[in-house]
């Protein structure tokens, strides 16, 4: 079965760190791009990262400088180091896998066409 | 940096009825990069429809989108009662990379 699997929520202090996995199955998690994407609680969907297959990296100015990315492609598996958290990253993280597009003089975009059932990540004191 | 109204924000109707959903930018989407997403409480976020107007793999026919330039919409030509969740349009074609819009929630009349 052709699946995303997220682990690794919890609560966590503010200022404090935690590290997201994502166990992929079914298909060649080597020849995707891969992403997260976190949801606050009744609200929309927030694109927070993206690793490509040769491991290029990508990020929204809200996370950058405080998570980081990583893949472990001998293990299907995605990773999300997220440290220096806030209260308003409070959600629900997602990872997805990613379909590529070009689009000149613009950074990379995709759209998202698999999706774990997510992990929640609560961030308070 | 471009911004995605959609609306209704919430929409009433009933099974076998047809629903219509908008997504407008604030700014040309670039190549109709525009994609549907349907939300089920408690789910993830599944794939609809992609490049504006193409159908994801298993999706019903019953749902279709169209449109271009900064105007998009998904039409569910029959509503059946496992479609009546919340549905988020998102554009992948410009900068910012990777926006969603607020989200149109479709409930029960």
């Known amino acids: 079965e052709v699946q995303l699997v997220e682990s690794g929520g919890g609560l966590v202090q503010p200022g404090g760190s935690l590290r997201l996995s994502c166990a992929a199955s079914?298909?060649?998690?080597?020849?995707?791009?891969m992403h997260w994407v976190r949801q606050a609680t009744g609200k929309g969907l927030e694109w927070v990262s993206a690793i490509g297959t040769a491991g290029d990296t990508y990020y929204p100015g809200s996370v950058k400088g405080r998570f980081t990315i990583s893949r472990e492609n001998a293990k299907n598996s995605l990773y999300l180091q997220m440290n220096s958290l806030r209260a308003g990253d409070t959600a629900v993280y997602y990872c997805a896998r990613g379909k590529p597009v070009v689009v000149v003089a613009a950074p990379p975009n995709w759209y998202f066409d698999l999706w774990g059932r997510g992990t929640l990540v609560t961030v308070s004191s | 940096e471009i911004v995605l109204t959609q609306s209704p924000g919430t929409l009433s109707l009933s099974p076998g009825e047809r629903a219509t959903l908008s997504c407008r930018a604030s700014?040309?989407?670039?190549?109709?990069?525009l994609a549907w997403y349907q939300q089920k409480p408690g789910q993830a976020p599944r794939l609809l429809i992609y490049g504006a107007s193409s159908r994801a793999t298993g999706i019903p026919d019953r749902f279709s989108g169209s449109g271009s330039g900064t105007d998009f919409t998904l039409t569910i030509s029959r509503l059946e009662p496992e479609d009546f969740a919340v549905y988020y349009c998102?554009?992948?074609?410009?900068?910012?990379?990777?926006?969603f819009g607020q989200g149109t929630r479709l409930e029960i009349k």
């Open positions: 079914g298909f060649t998690f080597s020849s995707y791009d």
């Open positions: 700014q040309s989407v670039s190549s109709s990069y």
């Open positions: 998102q554009q992948y074609g410009s900068s910012p990379p990777n926006t």
